[in-house]
């Protein structure tokens, strides 16, 4: 886990960390390979560095669904 970068908008990254702690209860719960992963996380570290983990996924999600003009589908993505 490498975390979440200090550089760009420091509004952008408060954001996409409450974010995923707000998500995270339901995302752990749910039955897709990012609940999997989430779950295994949870398991093995602490509550705040899975928070800034998912945080970080997500950011680097929203950026490959920008880059390639795509909609989110958690079917297709890869934990």
């Given at each position: ?69 795509r909609t989110y589908d958690?079917?297709?993505q890869a934990a």
């Amino acid at each position: 886990m490498l975390g979440i970068t200090k550089r760009g908008s420091r509004y952008l990254r408060k954001n996409l960390i409450q974010g995923a702690r707000a998500s995270l209860p339901t995302m752990s719960k749910s039955d897709t390979r990012l609940g999997a992963w989430l779950r295994g996380l949870l398991s093995r570290s602490h509550h705040n560095t899975v928070v800034v983990a998912l945080a970080a996924k997500m950011a680097r999600i929203v950026w490959a669904l920008l880059r390639h003009e795509r909609t989110y589908d958690p079917a297709a993505q890869a934990a």
